[in-house]
């Protein structure tokens, strides 16, 4: 079912119960409602400001499920190349899920090759008429899942972020989680993308939108590389999927530990290692703008680039990194997810201040294409953390996981 905005009947907006509540978002947070006279409704209104851009939800304005049809359809999957021993295990179990219903947490490793993983569970749920979502917690994912199964599937596929609007009848969607609060017990099969980089205060939200907007005898499938421990914890053992493998078939790399502090970093001391570089990228990932912005000043003649979160023009630097025209960059965590380019090695300064998924997520930048690179991953810190640790036993743990099930070479 999808939810329709209506001026009379249905459930209201937001409901006044102990609190507000809002029906659309299900948001509770009572910060984040706003209550002002109309002159329309002449009286005072209270609407709900998490959904402000998506909907007008106030305690005047209803909503109306409106049911959709099922409409099996056999999607043709157009695959050229063969999946690898593990990408047919994990299909193999997405399928049964998608038969069986219930949820499943994938943690595969960075580079398991998930999209395709997921090909012959979203063809089984639209044979059997059930919609499929994949969610997102970032646009441009969105984007780039929804041109991967566009080039796999000719099939009708509605893509939503803020700003799009249904192309066709949300039987297919790909979308950022706030586009799911349109939905109720509408999918059969629902994939998170990354469902660890949602932002923290969502989780609660998060989890109750995913359950509404899922079928009730619907499958969940949570994908991950890096899954904290408070996730992991909510899953039964049975639930869980490791894939411990990259699709081609090579070892994660495995970290190497330096000891050199920030201070001797921004004295200079990292000069020699980057002299002696010749070829490849470098990401050097920091945890601190400041340290960063005062690392470029102090290695200026390697002419590095900077990029950060809230650098209005990082778009256009990461299509220029993406082009070949940096080798040395400095950045902070921006680039942990989602980034590949051939020929790259990874430094982190000051490694102790990250958590071990973090430093997982950077570590998985490098060989990640399918013609090997040597490359290299340092982990710069004055004194081995315990998050460090437990980074480097995971990758091992991975590593001999695969080898023990001949996933790897
Ligand atoms: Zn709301």
Redesign the pocket.
Known sequence: MALLETSCSGMP??IKAQGYH?S????EDQRLFYTYFNHQFQKEITY?R??IMM?W?TTETYYQPVAIPDAPEQLECHLDFALTAQQNYASRLIVEAVESGGRRLLHAVTGAGKTEMILKGIQTARRLGRNVAIVSPRVDVVKEVYLRMAAYFDADIDVLYEGQSLAYSSRFVICTVPQL?RYMHHFGLLIVDEVDAFPLPMDERLMRCVARAAAADGTMIYLTATPPRALRAAFEKHEVITLPARYHERPLPVPRFKYLSVKSILKGRLAARLERRHSGTLLVFFNDIQVMTAAAVTYQSFKPLTVFAADRSRHDKVEEIRAGKHRIVFTTTILERGFTLAGLDVWVVDSGSFTAECLIQMAGRVDRKREYYDGEVIFFHDGVTLSMQRAVKEIQTMNQTAKRRGWIK
């Open positions: 907006g937001v809002c659309y978002c299900l948001n709900c998490v959904c909907t939800s609060y």
